[in-house]
């Protein structure tokens, strides 16, 4: 098993920065690549970013790529997006979520946070 908490969200500007925190639990956290997903009211829950368990391949959303970053802190098994720019359109419930490796595809992951909110008002 795998346990992951989100944390960090709230209520932005537009034009502001937020960095979201996905803590990682359990079985050998490295062996995990890591996603960020996003779902706004009333959509389906989209892929932002991902990044392998060893760190070393990130993988983003053609939409947020150059506004977001996602690092991983290997020593703290911890998990960061970093989002700039925010624009209110990135409203939405953010999850992390885990699995061997990286896919765009939210069905594909076996374990996923309780995920956190982020409004980002005009």
């Known amino acids: 098993q795998v346990q992951l908490v989100e944390s960090g969200g709230g209520l932005v500007q537009a034009g502001d920065s937020l960095r979201l925190s996905c803590a990682v639990s359990?079985?050998?956290?490295?062996?995990?690549?890591v996603g960020w997903f996003r779902q706004a009211p009333g959509k389906e829950r989209e892929f932002v970013t991902g990044i392998t368990g060893g760190g070393l391949a990130r993988y983003y959303s053609d939409s947020m790529k150059g506004r977001f970053t996602i690092s991983r802190d290997s020593a703290k098994n911890t998990v960061y997006l970093q989002m700039n720019s925010l624009k209110p359109e990135d409203t939405g419930v953010y999850y992390c979520?885990?699995?061997?490796?990286?896919?765009?595809?939210?069905?594909?992951?076996?374990?996923w946070g309780q995920g956190t909110q982020v409004t980002v008002s005009s």
């Open positions: 359990g079985r050998t956290v490295s062996n995990y690549g």
């Open positions: 979520a885990a699995r061997a490796t990286i896919s765009y595809s939210y069905t594909e992951y076996d374990y």
